[in-house]
């Protein structure tokens, strides 16, 4: 079975395509750049974008694949979360398509996707786990039993872990989107200090920000944590900044990430999971990855992570999620619309 699968629910327009499980070809236009200046996504400016950018990525992936579209089984498309003019984008595109190849279109949740994602190339499939959920608009943390059997048991109250990064990134005045940016800064190593311990790069406990709702539920909150790192941007002085930056953002890193990785095994405890899953965006992040996987370990749990190409918004993610509803007989109708709010359970 070959499933062709768009995602343009943000500011990345993508496309891909799957056979059986297999990605043939997953390309990603992002974007980035013409956001920066605003430090932010525009969403006029994203969903006009994705209309100009998403047959030169379709185009790309078919080339890539070797097939056309009439040779498809199936056409998935985001449909929710995430900002109503975008997702209309990639929708209507792949309702056409299915309509014009008689083929059946398949409405994908894009938590879903980033849900199932660390099991893409697994030979075992999809392994019950509790799950976390790490991006730009959301952290949750999911018990995953089976493809489409979850139970959603904490989110964050204010803040995403990804929107946090992106909020000290601007505060630092690092380009956006600040996730990867305050990362390569925690890991320059112009601290000072030179007290880090961890082969270099800024010292994590060079300043002590609060680790917010540890021991605590399920619940996360990162508002407080973004307010204090700001508080004590604005006590360092800003001529001085080449020597602090590294600190502040390796003690910023290593208190969300301490807090995720916690609570994260806390629940997998709790819940009784053998494994555990980690997806988004912000799972790119390798001191978080190694975390995790350090803790994982101690503890004897199994870990899926995300290959890295698969952490930020992508399509195969789509298409896999997509592979796993037609598997249970699940398709879509061509009148059923985007969803901004979209719920994963
Ligand atoms: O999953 P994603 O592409 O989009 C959403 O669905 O939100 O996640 C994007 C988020 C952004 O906030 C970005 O700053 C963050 O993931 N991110 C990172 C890293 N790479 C991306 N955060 C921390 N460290 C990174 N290396
Ligand atoms: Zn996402």
């Not at 379709?58 to 985001?78: K, P, V």
């Not at 992106?166 to 320059?188: F, I, N, S, T």
């Not at 994260?264 to 819940?271: G, K, N, P, S, V």
Request: proline share 5%; with cysteine; charged share 15%.
């Amino acid at each position: 079975m070959k499933v062709l699968a768009l995602e343009t629910s943000c500011d990345e327009t993508a496309v891909a395509i799957l056979q059986d499980g297999v990605v043939l070809a997953s390309e990603v236009a992002s974007q980035i750049l013409l956001h920066r200046p605003f430090g932010g996504v525009v969403p006029e400016l994203a969903s006009r974008s994705h209309l100009t950018a998403l047959r030169p990525t379709l185009d790309a992936a078919l080339a890539t694949s070797g097939l056309e579209i009439h040779a498809m089984d199936a056409f998935a498309a985001t449909s929710g979360p995430g900002l109503a003019s975008s997702l209309l984008v990639g929708n209507t595109a792949a309702k056409a398509m299915a309509l014009a190849a008689g083929k059946p279109f398949v409405a994908v949740n894009h938590m879903e996707g980033h849900l199932l994602s660390p099991f893409l190339g697994n030979p075992e499939g999809v392994r019950p786990c509790l799950s976390l959920i790490v991006s730009g608009g959301h952290t949750m943390l999911v018990a995953l039993h089976a493809p489409g059997r979850y139970a959603i048991l904490g989110r964050t109250r204010d803040d995403a872990a990804g929107e946090a990064f992106d909020k000290v990134g601007k505060m630092l005045g690092l380009p956006y989107p600040g996730g990867p940016e305050v990362e390569k800064a925690a890991a320059a190593g112009s601290s000072s200090s030179g007290s880090s311990g961890s082969g270099g790069g800024g010292d994590p406990t060079a300043f002590a920000f609060p680790r917010s709702m540890l021991g605590t539920g399920h619940e996360f909150s990162f508002s407080g944590l973004k307010t204090a790192v700001l508080y004590q941007v604005q006590k360092l002085d800003p001529a001085e900044r080449s020597s602090w930056l590294s600190d502040v953002c390796a003690s910023f890193q290593q208190a969300v990430v301490d807090v995720l990785v916690q609570k994260t095994l806390a629940a997998a405890r709790e819940q009784g999971f053998a494994a555990v899953g980690m997806s988004g965006g912000v799972s790119c992040n390798r001191f978080l990855r190694q975390s995790l996987a350090d803790a994982c370990k101690d503890a004897g749990l199994k870990l899926f992570v995300a290959a890295p190409e698969l952490t930020t918004d992508n399509a195969a993610m789509i298409g896999f999620a997509a592979e796993h509803l037609l598997a249970r007989g699940l398709t879509s109708p061509l009148e059923q619309d985007v969803d901004p709010n979209l719920a994963l359970a």
